[in-house]
């Protein structure tokens, strides 16, 4: 079964609100977790890194008051897509790792990634 | 440019063909994860090379990494419809970090 929760699948907003998107461990604690995005037709493109208790890690580009992102319990990790606009309509997905130290073997891998939320800004 | 490549971009390949996809990386590869996606919706894990050599194997797919040459290969024997979809390689670049990249994507269509 899933080891990574994403919530919502799908959302439709309009212009000017905003959207939050939750990302949970469901038994396992994740330090950190990864915020992707993903356009039609290209890749995932890596976000921003959320650390639990610290403030997240931006990649280039990334506006950090656009996308907020907190990481308030070792189980939750919430992006919120701030004043959204169409453009910011995407494929947006998670991921967490099992912790360092922690055996993943029941796991198949160390990583695992949530099924993503489809956001659409009117 | 991008540090993770893969190719080809897309391949449209006859039902029963082989197929081969590479992922090569411009940095040392610690760790490289393929998956299969359609656009919208999740990944679906196929196999995680740690190793230099190291070769996997899952039904009728096998995937190799090459650590030398910084770069993995994904091969799909006797193409189905159902493999049909989007691969991606992941490749931690930071050693443990767990902080994954992905490669531009490969898009594969098999016809019937």
């Known amino acids: 079964g899933a080891v990574v929760s994403q919530h919502p699948s799908w959302v439709i907003c309009k212009s000017g609100t905003s959207v939050k998107i939750e990302c949970r461990s469901l038994d396992f604690q994740a330090t950190t977790m990864f915020w992707y995005r993903q356009f039609p037709k290209q890749s995932l493109m890596l976000m921003a890194t959320s650390n639990e208790g610290s403030k997240a890690t931006y990649e280039q580009g990334v506006e950090k008051d656009k996308f907020l992102i907190n990481h308030a319990s070792l189980t939750l990790s919430t992006l919120t897509v701030t004043s959204a606009h169409p453009e910011d309509s995407s494929f947006y997905i998670c991921s967490a790792p099992i912790p360092l130290g922690q055996s993943w073997s029941s796991y198949n891998s160390p990583l695992h990634f949530g099924n993503g939320t489809r956001l659409t800004v009117t | 440019s991008q540090e993770l490549e893969q190719s080809p971009q897309s391949l449209i390949v006859q039902e029963g063909k082989n197929l081969t996809i590479n992922c090569t990386s411009s940095?040392?590869?610690?760790?490289l994860y393929w998956y299969k996606q359609k656009y919208g919706e999740g990944l679906i894990f196929l196999m995680m090379l740690q190793k230099g050599g190291e070769e996997k194997s899952h039904e009728k797919i096998t995937a190799k990494l090459d650590e030398k040459k910084q770069q993995s290969s994904l091969h799909i024997t006797a193409s189905q419809p159902s493999h049909a979809g989007i691969y991606l390689c992941?490749?931690?670049?930071?050693?443990?970090?767990?902080?994954?990249?992905f490669g531009t994507g490969t898009r594969l269509k098999v016809l019937a």
């Open positions: 940095k040392t590869l610690y760790g």
């Open positions: 992941g490749a931690d670049l930071t050693s443990g970090t767990y902080k994954y990249i």
